[in-house]
Nanobody, 119 residues
Framework: EVQLVESGGGLVQAGGSLRLSCTYSGSSFDNYAIGWFRQAPGKEREGVSCINNSDGTTHYADSVKGRFTISEDNAKNTVYLQMNSLKPEDTAVYYC????????????WGQGTQVAVSS
């Protein structure tokens, strides 16, 4: 079974940056995708970004385009989410998730990492 571990969350001032990491293990890794999601208190979970390993395509929510960048280091089995120009509304628990196909049908989830942005 695929296991995912997020790290890199923390408290940062508005305008600052953080880099989240999602390290995966536990299965063969052919044709998969990894997405980042977030959930703020009292709000529904929303998709933030995704990277499709089979072709390298990336996707971003409109709210983070131009500020967040997703990337992958295959040698380290790690996907990163570089978050720049952070805003208080980016405050949430961030989760990574793994799909065996594309940026849909996520089957495995990490435990999450807290990001807090102060104004």
């Amino acid at each position: 079974e695929v296991q995912l571990v997020e790290s890199g969350g923390g408290l940062v001032q508005a305008g600052g940056s953080l880099r989240l990491s999602c390290t995966y293990s536990g299965s063969s890794f052919d044709n998969y995708a990894i997405g980042w999601f977030r959930q703020a208190p009292g709000k529904e979970r929303e998709g933030v970004s995704c990277i499709n390993n089979s072709d390298g395509t990336t996707h971003y929510a409109d709210s983070v385009k131009g500020r967040f960048t997703i990337s992958e280091d295959n040698a380290k089995n790690t996907v990163y989410l570089q978050m720049n120009s952070l805003k208080p509304e980016d405050t949430a628990v961030y989760y990574c998730a793994w799909s065996a196909t594309d940026c849909t049908n996520y089957k495995h989830w990490g435990q999450g990492t807290q990001v807090a942005v102060s104004s």
